[in-house]
């Protein structure tokens, strides 16, 4: 087998008034408990403190799908120190997840058939991609989320339909 050499890993934040951080892996690591609570530490709380004043003070709250670095003890323990809320996300309820729809998806169409030559073209086309997006396409994403949540519920856990 051979790593794949066209793939990068991002992990965005954002809320309903937009971005609040693009964060790119190192190239050959994963996503661990340790990997994923530092970047909620040194990266996303500075983050927000810079972008969204006020917001540590008002309250964060996290809507993260169920994988391991998201539930584990010490990322559990790193949200609660942060005094951030996580949003319970119910296992396998991929329609709960609004950065699928609403950034992910549209991302995935617009860079689509587009070559990179390295890791930097391809954050600069994400950078500007994302910068570029009205507001509303975020804030849709959080008021959809809601209808999607309600739904999910009517149908007793089966999944939504867009």
């Known amino acids: 087998m051979q790593r794949s050499a066209d793939k990068v890993m991002l992990t965005f934040f954002w809320d309903y008034n937009g971005p609040i951080l693009e964060h790119y892996m190192p190239r050959g690591s994963t996503v661990t408990s340790a990997t994923y609570s530092n970047l909620l530490r040194e990266n996303l709380k500075p983050a927000i403190r810079q972008k969204r004043r006020g917001l540590l003070t008002t309250g964060v709250c996290l809507l993260h799908d169920s994988v391991r670095p998201h539930t584990a003890t010490a990322t559990v323990s790193t949200i609660e120190e942060l005094r951030f809320e996580c949003i319970p996300h119910p296992p396998y309820s991929p329609d709960l997840t609004?950065?699928?729809?609403?950034?992910?998806?549209?991302?995935?169409?617009?860079?689509?058939?587009?070559?990179?030559?390295?890791?930097?073209?391809?954050?600069?086309?994400?950078?500007?991609?994302?910068?570029?997006?009205?507001?509303?396409?975020?804030?849709?994403?959080?008021?959809?989320?809601?209808?999607?949540?309600?739904?999910?519920?009517?149908?007793?856990?089966?999944?939504?339909?867009?």
Not at 123 to 149: C, D, M, N
């Open 98 to 162: 609004p950065s699928d729809f609403h950034v992910f998806g549209p991302l995935k169409d617009a860079l689509s058939g587009t070559q990179f030559w390295d890791d930097y073209e391809v954050r600069s086309a994400v950078h500007e991609w994302q910068r570029t997006r009205p507001k509303e396409i975020f804030s849709r994403g959080i008021y959809t989320l809601v209808k999607r949540w309600l739904k999910c519920i009517e149908l007793e856990g089966d999944y939504v339909e867009q």
